[in-house]
T-cell receptor, first 110, second 114 residues
Framework: RKEVEQDPGPFNVPEGATVAFNCTYS??????FFWYRQDCRKEPKLLMS???SGNEDGRFTAQLNRASQYISLLIRDSKLSDSATYLC???????????FGGGTRLMVKP | DTGVSQDPRHKITKRGQNVTFRCDPI?????LYWYRQTLGQGPEFLTY????????KSRLLSDRFSAERPKGSFSTLEIQRTEQGDSAMYLC????????????FGPGTRLTVL
């Protein structure tokens, strides 16, 4: 079983739609959580950190459920530029090594 | 450009050859990480440095792989006797070294082993 699991998609949605991605992690010792965005053939970039209380950044909302070991990302009012792969990431150790899920591919269409 | 840089961006080599990649982190970043990413997968952690000390190595890092960060600035990743299974994108990231701080990734070195 992978340490961080995501539905690979692709999710094909029209512009303006709301889309939600889910992620589960297996290590209960995981201490910090992130969503990264990766465009095709580019490096991953931090989208947002995920806090236990949930957090929002513009059209993006992230939630964490430690009891269920579950992380979510909600994107409202999808834009064409949101098309990318979204990587769920957890941090287990003191060294800050990141464990990535396989990514969920989003395609936003006109 | 003050971001993380990696060189070369692309490397094609024949099986059995040795290759070396370089990563220049953001200046003043104490931590430097190496990850490997294959097509359709997320990046996988390989190793990391706190200044010049290599503090953690993944089980993915076989004895054919070696990484150095001799002066606590740039780092090199060497793969000896390359195999086709080594074909991947090798990503370098750096961070300030504060707990849970953001890692900034470089553009990666894409390795193809023929």
């Amino acid at each position: 079983r992978k340490e961080v699991e995501q539905d690979p998609g692709p999710f094909n949605v029209p512009e303006g739609a709301t889309v939600a991605f889910n992620c589960t992690y297996s290590n209960s010792a995981s201490q910090s959580f992130f969503w990264y965005r990766q465009d095709c053939r580019k490096e991953p970039k931090l989208l947002m950190s995920v806090y236990s209380s949930g957090n929002e950044d513009g059209r993006f909302t992230a939630q964490l459920n430690r009891a269920s070991q579950y992380i979510s990302l909600l994107i409202r009012d999808s834009k064409l530029s949101d098309s990318a792969t979204y990587l769920c990431v957890v941090n287990i150790g003191a060294g800050n090594m990141l464990t990535f899920g396989g990514g969920t591919r989003l395609m936003v269409k006109p | 450009d003050t971001g993380v840089s990696q060189d070369p961006r692309h490397k094609i080599t024949k099986r059995g050859q040795n290759v070396t990649f370089r990563c220049d982190p953001i200046s003043e970043h104490n931590r430097l990480y190496w990850y490997r990413q294959t097509l359709g997968q997320g990046p996988e952690f390989l190793t990391y440095f706190q200044n010049e000390a290599q503090l953690e190595k993944s089980r993915l890092l076989s004895d054919r792989f070696s990484a150095e960060r001799p002066k606590g600035s740039f780092s090199t990743l060497e793969i000896q006797r390359t195999e086709q299974g080594d074909s991947a994108m090798y990503l370098c990231a750096s961070s300030l070294g504060v707990r849970w701080d953001e890692q900034f990734f470089g553009p990666g070195t894409r390795l193809t082993v023929l």
